[in-house]
Every structure is written in C-alpha cells, then in structure tokens.
C-alpha cells in the first residue's frame, strides 16, 4: 500500500468551476435521440410528450446543466425548419453521417427545448454553418428567441409555442475543419464573424456564441481564431478531444482489453492537460482578462463498436476503465477553470462513453454515470488549493492518483481517482488552519472490465466508503482502480 500526504488550502481560490464542465452532449447519431431520449407519446414506455420520462430522472440526478445538440457532425447538415410543425408533414431525412438511416424528424426544436426545461438544464444549440445559410441560421435564433412579431415568432406560435425559449449558448458550426466543411481556419474565421454577425438578442436574450475551435493539438487552428475573432465576436471556442486506446483503424474493444490496453488508454488520455495549457497560453497572448472561454464541447473514450451492433451507430459499453478517464478529464477540466468553462462528454445515450444505455424499456446508469454523481457537487464551487507528492505507478510511468479539490458553502469537496490495478492508496488529508471535526466519502470500485449491463444494472455503484478522523486529518484507503468523493465539512 502506498500512502499519500494531501495538504488543502482554502484560503488559496484558484477560479469558480462552471457547472457546464459537468455538460454533455447529444446527437443524431445511432440511439442517442430515437429509443433513448425520445420514443414518441404513443409508447409504452413511461414518457412526457414523447420523452422517456427515467432519462429526465436520470439526468436530473446527476444534475446535468447543460446539453449540446443536434451535433456533432450531424448539425452542418441539419435543416430547423425540416424538424418543426405536426410530425406527420415533416420531411424525412437520411443520416449521412451516420449510419445512412432514414429519421422522421420527429425530435426537433420544439422536443429538444421541451426535454431541456423538464431536466432543468441549458440548451446549447450547434448551428449549421456547413450546409446552411447565414438567413437560416439568422431565423433559428429569432424562432426560438424573439417574443415580438415576426414571421419566425408567428411560425413558432403557429407551432404551438406562444412564449420564446430562454436560448443561452450558440454553436456557429461544428468541426469545420473536417466533417463540417473542410475549411482552412482563416476562411472559417471570416465564415464565423459573418454568420454571427446575423445571429441577434432578442427580447432580453444574450447569446453566447461559441466558434468551432481545434481538434486536439491543432494550435494553429487556435492561432488564427484568436489572431481573428475578438471578444464582441466570439464567448467561447471550442475544442474536441477523444481518448483512443490504439488507432482509428484498430480502436479495441470496449470490454475485453489487457492491463497493457488500460494503461495505454490513460496514457492517451492524460494529454488532454497538456493540450489544454497549450490553447490556454495562445489565448492568453490574446486575452490576457480570458474574457473568451475554451469549451471541451466533445470529449471521452471511442472503441470499436459492440460486435452486432451498426458501425454507424458507435454504441459501446462502459467499465470501470472509462469510469477512472472520466476521473482524469474532470479532474483536469477542474484544475484548467479559469478558463475552460464548458465541457460535454461524448455521448448522453447509447454512443461513445455513454452515461446511460438503454434497450426498450431498459435503462442501465453505467459506471461514467457514477462518476458523474460522485463529482456533481464541484458544480459552482470555487477550485481551491490542494497538494500531494504522486507517485508513478510501478506497472507503468503514469501517475497513480488524480485529483482536484473545491468548496462551496463552507464544505470541501476532493474527488480522486486510484489509477493503478494492483496497489492500494492510503490517503491522508489536512486542511489548513482547521482540524477536521466531521467527514464523509464514497467510492465507485470495482474489477477494471466491470460494467453493468441489462441483465445486471447494479453490478457497478456508488458505496460508502468508511473515514477515519485522527488528530485533525482524514483517512481513507483507497483500493486499486475506483473513484471516491470526498467530502469534509
């Protein structure tokens, strides 16, 4: 076992954690919206206005405040006006993205507005500026926004809404320089100031307009947005980061891996910090007050797809390796809030590192899921000085623990993760100038390919995990490969 000294101090205040790192993100792609969110008002399955109603539980518990959507790829070629009105004159369209299916356009404006009011979160519209028009994208904004008279605001009442949609953040086109056009970043940047340029506040709405950043290390992409785009133009771009074990040809599989596969996929994911310093200080040559924020608006684990499944469809299990890389990129997402203020995993249902999976009426919460609950409270909390003295792991050169540490209403809260396979970690923690009187925790552990599934949804949970206050400190051990949530009051 090793032991681990971890020193917190208050006093210290780095920055406020915006909740919307604690984000996600929904889009057309395999069963994220049709048979996971949305099954129609006619199913039997428990729903409102065609909204499984055990995903708005679902996501209220975790306490979800932001959702991304349509895309993703899908949004440059996503029409609004194709997905409003009765659902029986809608035009069908065919994913070309993903998978070549038909969809009935059946989930729209109107249902992704209504499933954001029932969870109680922000909607964070993706805007189509691959394929679409500066006048459509214009209109979107003024059907969802504007409360006077117009055409779009009589289109909307004539659709069955009277009052606008509160519409915070706006994405102006998504992965622009790949599946939404190609583009080079300068011709993107002088395609972004003219689309939002159109894009207007209506009726005491502010938008938030987020430019479609970098993919991973592309600082030059960075470089040129920010030599570009100033602050009464741009709030926020983006940037996209996955953790692929292996390569895009090869990904492996989502359950059967090794020990070697598992370091290897923290290996990949550990970067991310980097790469997120690196934007930081181009930006920050920039806008030295960090007036525009980074949003990490698609992050997480991308395997091969379950075998059987539709390639198209990136559906895929989740175990307690992807339950420790969720660990590592908020953790790391926490101690970078200065400036990144939005972050959405990938994806909310049954794609990619899925919080949730379903099947009919099944509904599995899987260990990310978990993950989700054990961080939730850093929502809001100010990031707060903490420090212990890591140690690599003997079976590979990565550091064993991940942590960050906040408070909020008088209360700490430290999240940290046991990477290693093999070795317990003792932990002990003391806050500055206080002794500890009172101390909760709990933990989500469990053998590295534990998962749930719809046969067992409860192989993989949270548990109490027991504290020991001696002399003013905490004590807790914790065992190989598990998250914990600790709290002190």
């Excluded at 953790?331 to 972050?343: E, K, L, P």
Aim: hydrophobic share 35%.
């Amino acid at each position: 076992m090793k032991e681990f000294k971890m020193f917190i101090n208050p006093a210290d205040r780095r920055s406020r954690i915006s909740p919307e790192i604690y984000g996600h993100f929904s889009e057309h792609l395999g069963r994220c919206i049709y048979g996971g969110i949305y099954v129609g008002e006619d199913s039997d399955i428990p729903n409102v206005r065609g909204i499984r109603s055990d995903i708005v539980e679902a996501f209220r518990e975790i306490r979800v405040p932001v959702l991304r959507w349509p895309g993703g790829c899908f949004a440059d070629e996503y029409h609004w006006k194709d997905g409003i009105g009765p659902k029986k004159d809608r035009k069908k369209l065919v994913n070309t993205n993903w998978g070549g299916v038909t969809e009935d356009n059946s989930f729209g404006t109107h249902e992704f507005l209504d499933l954001c009011e029932q969870v109680g979160c922000e909607p964070y519209i993706a805007g189509n500026l691959g394929s679409g028009t500066v006048e459509e994208l214009s209109q979107w904004v003024e059907y969802m926004t504007f409360d006077g008279v117009s055409p779009m605001a009589d289109l909307r009442r004539e659709n069955g809404r009277d009052k606008p949609w509160r519409v915070k953040y706006l994405g102006v086109g998504n992965e622009n320089w790949g599946c939404g056009g190609n583009m080079c970043p300068q011709f993107y940047a002088n395609e972004y100031k003219r689309y939002q340029s159109f894009c207007h506040n209506f009726s005491g709405n502010e938008l938030f307009k987020v430019a479609c950043g970098p993919s991973g290390g592309d600082y030059n992409w960075t470089e040129t947005l920010m030599n570009s785009l100033k602050p009464q133009h741009v709030q926020a771009i983006s940037l996209h980061y996955y953790t692929i074990p292996h390569d895009w040809e090869h990904k492996g599989s989502a359950v059967h891996f090794t020990e070697e596969d598992y370091y290897e996929t923290l290996a990949k994911t550990l970067p991310i910090d980097e790469v997120i310093t690196r934007h930081c200080e181009i930006m920050n040559r920039q806008d030295p007050e960090k007036q525009i924020a980074l949003f990490v608006d698609e992050w997480g684990c991308w395997y091969d797809v379950e075998e059987g499944t539709n390639p198209g469809f990136l559906y895929q299990q989740n175990t307690m390796r992807d339950a420790i890389v969720a660990a590592l990129y908020l953790n790391i997402f926490n101690m970078h809030s200065d400036r990144v203020r939005m972050a959405n995993i990938a994806q909310v249902v049954n794609v990619l590192q899925a919080v949730i999976l379903t099947d009919g009426e099944k509904l599995v919460k899987t260990p990310t899921f978990h993950v989700f609950d054990l961080f939730k409270e850093h929502q809001g909390a100010e990031l707060i000085y903490s420090h212990l003295e890591n140690v690599m792991m003997e079976e590979s050169a990565l550091p064993m623990l991940s942590y960050s540490t906040s408070e909020k209403d008088g209360r700490i809260l430290t999240t940290v993760a046991n990477c290693s396979l093999k070795e317990e970690a003792k932990l002990l923690l003391s806050v500055a100038d206080r002794p500890v009187k009172a101390a909760s925790a709990r933990i989500l552990t469990g053998e590295v390919h534990a998962h749930n599934d719809f046969d067992h949804a409860e192989d993989v949970v949270i548990r109490t995990l027991p504290v020991e206050l001696a002399e003013g400190r905490i004590c807790v051990t914790l065992p190989p490969c598990s998250v914990a949530e600790i709290m002190t009051d």
